[in-house]
């Protein structure tokens, strides 16, 4: 896969998980040929991983380089004057035209000039492109037609799909704030330009240029599409920031492995259970600088995880500040503090304002509770039901923490110990110990790599007999560095990657392949690493080269004869952690 559009996540690699959000959207992108499918906004709170999960569909479709062409812009926080958005917006949808077109990728990162793209409009006959940028460059002078700059800017991917008889997916991200930055001046001494949403009212119609709208503020964003977008154009998508068990285990092992932090297979399943598999909860906790940080143990990953909750300065709690702070400033009283909380810690029910009021025990009347009530959904602290006067807690067990720590002690005089709820927690995942073995064979189909790996790394002195069977050399190890997916290079140049290469002080080397199919693995397969082995004891004759492979699904009767033959380590689970 290609990635001309630079993703926010990073590395490629630490996107993880989401399959079942991508086997929704694939079908609803498959249709996008055929004109079947709706536009959509995907509605989420920041750091939910909204962006990566648009800015990769924007990457896949790019690189399938089938019938759908992608564009995507990201409406940003910052001032701007309408005739330079609108040649902004044109200069990256055609640039991106462009580079799908002629499969450039770097015309996706560094978007060409408008003279450029008239160039090669011209060079190319296509008489859409010369007569835009004619009609952009003369206008964007004070006293140009500056409506119908943006007007030709934001409907070009539906004339073109019109003109050419071709699809485009039109992705905006954080739409919320076409309505809050853009400036009828370029001094911006006048309000801002809040109608703006509206051109797209009709756009949002297009079937051979539907949009996937994204934002931050789910109540503001809302209010923009019933006013300026009617309802029902946009099909609502809920993004719930948490991945599942599986996929949460997963991104402990990525982040870990990319950011070099240790870990090991019982602290990487604590640290997930206590992060509820959030990815951004996670990231937070395996890069959190807090004093004598250590993930290998128990105690550590508790200090990381209530540091990330507790410490102001920490990411995870300024991340929710931005959201708690707003409406703090509008409802700072303990009547709307104690509602909050008391919401969130109840979010699996609807309440009014009069079942709050005789539960709380509040001196408020029915009214005044509702007012604040609406000011905390206004602020995306909690949400509002099918009828008026419903309100609940966000289904969001970040939030419940952060808001705890920031205001229990208010309410109840007396602070929250999340440090020994986290414990507790932690105790009970260890009274699990006999299931957890289960479980983990379980994830060793998915990621077995990452767990042997880090179960490497985790042991100071072992024989490798503890994990495989077939070992010839039992002496115990003591392994200095382990390394995933190293590649290593053949004499014809052809380049070969060994799963796991761990290095003992000794001078001997675990070279492990890893087979993560459901079904037996044949002589073929073994044959092949066995030729890996051949490759890297020839670029290192003096390193003793002690080989193993792991195959969920087992061996065939050939490949385990082999594998006794050459001395290579046999495993189908994972004993050891």
């Known amino acids: 896969m290609q990635y001309p559009l630079n993703e926010k996540i990073g590395e490629p690699a630490l996107f993880v998980g989401r399959e079942k959000e991508f086997n929704s959207f694939n079908k609803w992108l498959g249709n996008i040929p055929k004109r079947l499918s709706k536009s959509r906004v995907i509605i989420a709170r920041r750091k ?23 564009f995507y812009f990201e409406f940003g926080e910052n001032k701007m004057w309408y005739p330079n958005l609108a040649i902004k917006y044109y200069r990256i949808f055609a640039s991106q035209y462009i580079a799908f077109l002629t499969r450039t990728q770097k015309l996706v990162k560094h978007p060409l000039s408008l003279e450029q793209i008239r160039e090669f409009g011209v060079s190319e006959a296509i008489t859409p492109l010369i007569d835009d940028v004619d009609f952009l460059i003369q206008n964007k002078k004070v006293g140009g037609s500056h409506d119908l700059m943006w007007d030709l800017a934001c409907s070009a991917p539906h004339r073109f799909a019109d003109l050419y008889d071709q699809r485009f997916l039109v992705i905006l991200d954080e739409f919320q704030y076409i309505t809050q930055y853009i400036y ?71 982040y870990a492995q990319f950011y070099e932090e240790p870990i090991t297979n019982e602290t990487a399943w604590q640290i997930n259970e206590l992060c509820m598999a959030d990815p951004f909860f996670i990231s937070c906790v395996i890069l959190n600088e807090s004093e004598g940080k250590d993930l290998t143990t128990s105690e550590g990953v508790i200090n990381a995880v209530n540091y990330e909750i507790s410490a102001k300065t920490a990411e995870m709690s300024q991340n929710w500040a931005i959201y708690i702070e707003l409406t703090v400033a509008q409802v700072n009283n303990l009547n709307a503090k104690q509602i909050l909380l008391y919401l969130s810690k109840h979010n699996s ?75 507790e927690e932690i105790a009970k995942l260890t009274h699990k110990n006999r299931q957890l073995q289960g479980k983990l064979n379980h994830y060793a189909g998915k990621f077995a790599e990452h767990i042997l790996a880090t179960a490497f ?25 382990v390394k995933e997916r190293v590649v290593i290079q053949r004499e014809d140049g052809k380049a070969m990657e060994i799963d796991i290469v761990a290095e003992s002080v000794c001078g001997r080397v675990v070279l492990v392949e890893v087979k993560k199919t ?9 044959e092949d690493f066995q030729e890996k082995v051949e490759v890297y004891q020839s670029h290192f004759p003096d390193a003793m080269v002690l080989p193993a492979y792991f195959s969920y699904g087992g061996f065939v009767d050939k490949a385990h004869d082999f594998c006794v033959e050459h001395g290579i380590g046999m495993a189908e689970e994972i004993l050891e952690w």
């Not at 990457?59 to 062409?69: F, H, K, P, R, Y």
């Open 184 to 254: 009828p001046d370029q001094h911006y001494k006048t309000a801002p330009i809040d109608t703006l949403a509206g051109s797209y009212h009709h756009l949002s119609e297009s079937k051979i240029a539907p949009m996937l709208v994204t934002g931050s503020y789910a109540d503001l964003l809302l209010k923009i599409m019933s006013k300026y977008l009617e309802a029902g154009r946009l099909k609502q998508i809920r993004f719930y920031p948490y991945l599942t068990k599986d996929e949460g285990l997963q991104a402990v092992y990525q």
């Open 349 to 423: 029910r609807y309440f009014t304002p009069q079942k709050l009021k005789e539960e709380l025990h509040l001196e408020l009347e029915p009214n005044d509770i509702y007012r604040q009530l609406l000011i905390l959904k206004e602020a995306d602290l909690i949400t509002q039901g099918v009828a008026d006067i419903d309100f609940r807690g966000l289904e969001d067990g970040t939030l419940n923490l952060v808001l705890r720590n920031r205001f229990e002690k208010e309410i109840k005089t007396a602070a929250p110990n999340l440090k020994t709820e986290f414990a």
């Open 48 to 70: 939910s991983g909204k962006t990566a999960f648009v800015q990769r569909i924007f990457n896949q479709l790019w690189s399938d380089n089938g019938a759908v062409i992608p």
């Open 457 to 481: 790394r985790s042991r100071k002195r072992f024989a490798l007999s503890k994990f495989f069977q077939n070992v010839l050399d039992t002496t115990p190890l003591n392994l200095q560095k």
């Open 518 to 526: 459901q079904t037996p693995i044949g002589l073929t397969l073994v």
